[in-house]
């Protein structure tokens, strides 16, 4: 499985492609063979994931019990507009106009690059949504790492 790590700022051509950091294209694993789907991320990004993650990724959704309202619904909505794609010749993706839509990407985006996806950015928004980390992310990681034991008291670190 990929491991990714990694920020990069890049620019979109013309026609909406987008040429790959060759130190990121360095990470992914041969066996995606330079092949991603795009689909739709939280928060209005857009992720890329190699095409042999993805096969692990679409297997857990597709486990969701479809008879639940619920899960049909976040089915439908994990899945729209997710795109095959891959590096053509030259290191560059052709991204769907639909999905750069989505994501109000222009010209200028940033890569965040984590574990087994690259969440594509437009770069005014990622620098925003990252505006209140000094003080709420002690909060945060408190929060989400912090945990606590099973019978409510707090771990001891």
């Known amino acids: ?3 990714f790590i ?3 700022e890049c620019k979109l051509d013309a026609k909406g492609r987008l040429m790959l950091p060759s130190s990121l294209r360095k990470q992914l694993d041969p066996a995606a063979e330079e092949q991603f789907v795009m689909n739709r991320g939280f928060e209005k990004c857009l992720v890329l994931y190699p095409k042999n993650d993805w096969k692990y990724i679409s297997e857990e959704v597709n486990k969701l019990n479809q ?3 619920k899960n049909r619904e ?3 909505y994990f899945y729209r507009g997710a795109t095959e794609m891959g590096l053509d010749g030259t290191g560059r993706l052709l991204f769907p106009k639909r999905m750069l839509s989505y994501g109000n990407i222009a010209k200028e985006v940033v890569l965040f690059a984590y574990g087994n996806r690259i969440e594509v950015w ?3 928004t990622y620098n925003g949504l990252l505006t209140d980390e000094p003080d709420e992310f002690a909060a945060l ?3 989400v790492m912090g945990g ?3 019978d409510g008291e707090d771990e001891l670190s």
């Open 1 to 3: 499985m990929t491991n």
């Open 6 to 8: 990694g920020e990069f």
């Open 67 to 69: 008879y639940v309202k």
């Open 74 to 76: 976040f089915i439908r």
């Open 122 to 124: 437009d770069k005014e």
């Open 141 to 143: 990681a408190e929060e």
């Open 148 to 150: 606590s034991s099973k």
